[in-house]
T-cell receptor
């Protein structure tokens, strides 16, 4: 079956511009996560959705970052006034969202964002 | 709070020799532990997971890991390396105390396999 997909695979933008990154989770997965992976580092948690609501956004670095999931499926990560330090690979993961067990998270291939 | 320390940034082995990737964790609750692999330009793939059942966990492609609570370790092993095992490996902890599984990743270990 189809896995998690992310678009675009690469995005190059200029400092100060606005970008949107899209994640399409596995069908039927209610939980969706965004992570950011900087060069030479492991992924770091940004935000978690259960259904349509952001259940935990404690990983968002500042108020330039925002994410939505209006219909409980596709999610969009939005970054305003991009800075060079935002350059990274942005990863999306989804899971079944069953609270009584440890969900396995399935990751997409990521979007590589480069801010010039 | 939870954290993961991967003790080696790079490990080099010859094809056919054993692999050992080391990981220590810290967690306030009974942790769940994972190993993920990331091949170049590919997404993260789950190798195996420990969720408080058997302490020796078998994963895909011949990998296994042993949970040792007394040592707070979860080292990844494979008896015989294959060229296709060359990739970056991440040890990951999930603190169930939060009620859902936010993952905390180590910095990764790059496995290099020479012929």
């Amino acid at each position: 079956g189809a896995g998690v997909s992310q678009t675009p695979s690469n995005k190059v933008t200029e400092k100060g511009k606005y970008v949107e990154l899209r994640c399409d989770p596995i069908s039927g997965h209610t939980a969706l996560y965004w992570y950011r992976q900087s060069l030479g580092q492991g992924p770091e948690f940004l935000i978690y959705f259960q259904g349509t609501g952001a259940a935990d956004d404690s990983g968002l670095p500042n108020d330039r970052f925002f994410a939505v999931r209006p219909e409980g499926s596709v999610s969009t990560l939005k970054i305003q006034r991009t800075e060079r330090g935002d350059s990274a690979v942005y990863l999306c993961a989804s899971s079944l969202g069953v609270a009584a067990q440890v969900d396995t998270q399935y990751f997409g291939p990521g979007t590589r964002l480069t801010v010039l | 709070a939870q954290s993961v320390t991967q003790l080696d940034s790079h490990v080099s082995v010859s094809e056919g020799t054993p692999v050992l990737l080391r990981c220590n964790y810290s967690s306030s609750y009974s942790p769940s532990l994972f190993w993920y692999v990331q091949h170049p330009n590919k997404g993260l793939q789950l190798l195996l997971k420990y969720t408080s059942a058997a302490t020796l966990v078998k994963g895909i492609n011949g990998f296994e890991a042993e949970f040792k609570k007394s040592e707070t370790s979860f080292h990844l092993t494979k008896p015989s390396a294959h060229m296709s095992d060359a990739a970056e490996y991440f040890c990951v902890v999930s603190d169930r105390g939060s009620g859902y599984s936010t993952l905390t990743f180590g910095k990764g270990t790059m496995l290099l396999v020479s012929p």
